[in-house]
């Protein structure tokens, strides 16, 4: 059974309707990242603020150091990645890493996007529905 890392937003509810749709079709998906709650990353943030700490001095801090190492071992186990959008910076540079390690990367769109960017062309494919998904990774699950 192939390993999906399911990217996007910790705000966005319609992972774990996409990772539900894929895990139904056979998929082994990570989505477990979703268990820190919509507001993980601001809580971090006021968290560091409040001890007097800089985003540089946090990201070398070890919650951060902890987070992203759980990330990246899931990250490195996955077989392929999808992006659901909208997702931020975080989604994006997780997309790019799987897709460097010549993993296929997948990007669902949530609608017609406000600004067109021609590096979505490095994604495997970029669909417009998650029945599009679906059919897209229908022949990858083995």
Same mark, same amino acid.
């Given at each position: 059974?192939?390993?999906?890392?399911?990217?996007?937003?910790?705000?966005?509810?319609?992972?774990?309707?996409?990772?539900?749709?894929?895990?139904?079709?056979?998929?082994? @998906? *990570? #989505?477990?990242?979703?268990?820190?709650?919509?507001? /993980? +990353?601001?809580?971090?943030?006021?968290?560091?603020? &409040?001890?007097?700490?800089?985003?540089?001095?946090?990201?070398?801090?070890?919650?951060?150091?902890? @987070? *992203? #190492?759980?990330?990246?071992?899931?990250?490195?186990? /996955? +077989?392929?990645?999808?992006?659901?959008?909208?997702? &931020?910076?975080?989604?994006?540079?997780?997309?790019?890493?799987?897709?460097?390690?010549?993993?296929?990367?997948?990007?669902?769109?949530?609608?017609?996007?406000?600004?067109? +960017?021609?590096?979505?062309?490095?994604?495997?494919?970029?669909?417009?529905?998650?029945?599009?998904?679906?059919?897209?990774?229908?022949?990858?699950?083995?």
């Amino acid at each position: 059974m192939k390993k999906v890392y399911l990217i996007g937003s910790l705000r966005n509810p319609n992972v774990i309707k996409v990772g539900e749709a894929l895990r139904t079709i056979g998929f082994d @998906v *990570f #989505d477990d990242w979703m268990a820190a709650g919509p507001t /993980a +990353d601001d809580t971090w943030r006021e968290y560091e603020i &409040g001890r007097g700490h800089s985003f540089i001095e946090a990201l070398n801090g070890y919650s951060a150091r902890h @987070v *992203f #190492d759980f990330d990246k071992e899931h990250l490195d186990s /996955a +077989d392929l990645g999808v992006l659901v959008m909208p997702a &931020g910076k975080s989604g994006h540079l997780e997309l790019g890493y799987l897709i460097g390690q010549r993993k296929p990367g997948y990007i669902l769109l949530d609608a017609q996007p406000e600004r067109f +960017d021609v590096m979505y062309k490095f994604a495997t494919k970029v669909v417009a529905s998650l029945d599009d998904l679906l059919a897209a990774l229908a022949g990858s699950r083995r």
